[in-house]
């Protein structure tokens, strides 16, 4: 099973919502763990569009800010990411993300959904 798993892609028009989900489940449970959802468009480097402390305390890029909220339920493992007020500058395929809290590097990666928005 693969350590993190996406759902919740797909089309929408501009000005809609999605909710991403991510199954975070596969990847050795004795550290604390901070989440992060990212983003590849056609054309772009990979970026980080939200992140997630163990405390809940939240990040995210300034492309997104006020549109996109990032939550996550720990007693389920699930990492959330509503998106609201969808431009078509935000389709890209998404992936969700988890690294050990403490070090900056994300080792355990979902396979990724794809979100298209339509003008």
């Known amino acids: 099973q693969a350590p993190l798993v996406e759902s919740g892609g797909g089309s929408v028009q501009a000005g809609g919502s999605l909710r991403l989900s991510c199954l975070a489940s596969?990847?050795?449970?004795?550290?604390?763990?901070?989440h992060g959802w990212f983003r590849q468009r056609p054309g772009y480097e990979r970026e980080e569009v939200a992140g997630?402390?163990?405390?809940?305390?939240?990040t995210y890029a300034k492309s997104v800010r006020g549109r996109f909220t990032i939550s996550k339920d720990s007693p389920k493992n699930i990492l959330y990411l509503q998106m609201n007020n969808l431009k078509s500058e935000d389709t890209a395929v998404y992936y969700c993300a988890a690294r050990r809290c403490g070090e900056t590097t994300y080792n355990w990666w979902g396979q990724g959904t794809q979100v298209t928005v339509s003008p």
């Open positions: 596969g990847y050795p449970s004795k550290w604390n763990y901070c």
């Open positions: 997630i402390n163990n405390a809940q305390r939240a």
